[in-house]
């Protein structure tokens, strides 16, 4: 009959994929971002961690939180530039992985490297530069961990946004406490790419407020301000 037309159902695409397949993504990425601790704790399970078992977990848990704050990171850089902004749908999962083996790799040191021994503790982060600066990356994690619930979101308003800045500042003394780490083995291969991936994508934030800043700049006309 003329104007009963129906509309085929709006088709899911990788720029919007449907409440389901967002449902899977989710599911997908909170189970990758569980595979390295699976395997380490498979590895020690195996008794295969080598001749020092409390080095292994300590560099490996170290490695993924930067791995998952660099992918945490990338979130907002991928969505301008893919225009998938469900993306953001997976920053608050991969951010509290980061802090999950922050924790995990903080736990090592603190249980299996120096006992609970405060004073030693205290000698260890006062002592070691390297420790100094991780130890600084893991306390501004706290207040991030702590308010990264909707509530928290809704509670402190735009102050939540200018909080949650700090990560910039995890980022950067995270790879500074890798690069110090390797420097006093004159290996720093590791965290020169670490340092590159990171200034690619704070770089990325700077060049999308230059080019928003700009009237006639193209990107002026895209979404406002989000979240970050
Ligand atoms: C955002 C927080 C942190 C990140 C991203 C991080 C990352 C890393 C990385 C990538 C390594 C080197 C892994 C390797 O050699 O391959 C490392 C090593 C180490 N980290 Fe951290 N770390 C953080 C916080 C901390 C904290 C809070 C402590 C202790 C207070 C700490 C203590 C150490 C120690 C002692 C090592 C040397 C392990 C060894 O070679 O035996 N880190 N960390």
Not at 170 to 198: C, Q, R, S, T
Not at 200 to 219: I, K, N
Request: proline content about 5%; glycine content about 4%; charged content about 15%.
């Amino acid at each position: 009959m003329a104007g009963t037309t129906t509309r085929p159902p709006a088709a899911a695409s990788l720029a919007q994929p449907s409440r389901r397949a967002l449902a899977w993504i989710r599911a997908a990425v909170f189970a990758a971002a569980l595979l390295p601790l699976l395997r380490l704790v498979a590895l020690g399970y195996a008794d295969a961690l080598g001749a020092n078992p409390v080095e292994f977990v300590t560099r490996s848990t170290g490695t993924w939180t930067l791995v998952m704050l660099c992918i945490t990171l990338s979130v907002t850089p991928l969505r301008r530039l893919l225009g998938w902004p469900w993306l953001v749908r997976l920053r608050r999962m991969l951010g509290l992985y980061a802090f999950f083996y922050a924790v995990l790799h903080f736990t090592t040191w603190l249980w299996l490297d120096q006992w609970f021994d405060v004073s030693s503790m205290i000698a260890d982060v006062v002592d070691r530069p390297f420790v100094t600066v991780g130890f600084t990356a893991f306390v501004l994690m706290l207040p991030l961990a702590a308010t990264s619930t909707q509530a928290m979101m809704r509670r402190l308003g735009r102050r939540w946004q200018e909080l949650h800045r700090l990560v910039y500042a995890i980022a950067v003394l995270a790879v500074l406490h890798f690069w110090w780490h390797k420097a006093g083995k004159n290996d720093v291969a590791e965290p020169m790419v670490y340092a590159a991936i990171v200034a690619v994508l704070l770089g990325s934030r700077v060049l999308w407020q230059v080019a928003r800043r700009a009237p006639a700049g193209a990107s002026a006309r895209q979404a406002p301000l989000e979240r970050e």
